[in-house]
């Protein structure tokens, strides 16, 4: 079945780094957009990144120029490098495929990783 | 960006009973590109509705969705138990994809 492991969560200081991985599975991953949303503690849900299968990207602003997604699909995984780290980028991310083509609804979601941003 | 607006806050209903959650736009959402989702305590969200009305793979029937424009509304018939949770909206039909904050639907 279609599944998404995600990876690479913590603890990290402000202006620190961390990368983040997503491991696909079930389906072939080079076909789809994948995306990264997250979601503060006891908040709602925020659309952070996506990309294609060749790698054409979208950012939200909040994460313009700090984060980076990227993917290998040799390896069918999906990584977000977040440079910067700011107190606000605490939260719990999730990866997610595009359900349909370059229909951006989310189905389905990995279990989410926490980031946590604090001295 | 869309701002999506989500009411109400919290809705108290019993099981076996309607539940109508709406979901307002800032803007026109093109296409009808407004999917819903339910999250539950520690999981992820789980897709319930895309395109505006078409319900996702094994989603019972009981949740129905409908709308287009600037307004959606998520139903469900006939609660049942395992519904009580927090329902988001999102659309995609531009960039920013946004979420609404979400509606609490709780036990009465």
């Known amino acids: 079945q279609v599944q998404l492991v995600e990876s690479g969560g913590g603890l990290v200081n402000p202006g620190g780094s961390l990368r983040l991985s997503c491991a696909a599975s079930?389906?072939?991953?080079?076909?789809?957009?994948m995306s990264w949303i997250r979601q503060a503690p006891g908040k709602g849900l925020e659309w952070i990144s996506y990309?294609?299968?060749?790698?054409?990207?979208n950012y939200a602003d909040s994460v313009k120029g700090r984060f980076t997604i990227s993917r290998d699909n040799a390896k069918n995984s999906l990584y977000l490098q977040m440079n910067s780290l700011r107190a606000e980028d605490t939260a719990v991310y999730y990866c997610?495929?595009?359900?349909?083509?370059?229909?951006?609804?989310?189905?389905?979601w990995g279990q989410g990783t926490l980031v946590t941003v604090s001295s | 960006e869309i701002v999506l607006t989500q009411s109400p806050g919290t809705l108290s209903l019993s099981p076996g009973e309607r539940a109508t959650l709406s979901c307002r736009a800032s803007q026109s959402v093109s296409s009808s590109y407004l999917a819903w989702y339910q999250q539950k305590p520690g999981q992820a969200p789980k897709l319930l509705i895309y395109g505006a009305s078409s319900r996702a793979t094994g989603i019972p029937d009981r949740f129905s969705g409908r709308g287009s424009g600037t307004d959606f509304t998520l139903t469900i018939s006939r609660l049942e138990s395992e519904d009580f949770a927090v329902y988001y909206c999102?659309?995609?039909?531009?960039?920013?994809?946004?979420f609404g904050q979400g509606t609490k639907l709780e036990i009465k």
């Open positions: 079930g389906f072939t991953f080079s076909d789809y957009y």
């Open positions: 999102q659309q995609y039909g531009s960039s920013p994809y946004t």
């Open positions: 990309i294609s299968g060749s790698s054409y990207i």
């Open positions: 997610a495929r595009f359900g349909g083509g370059y229909e951006g609804w989310f189905d389905p």
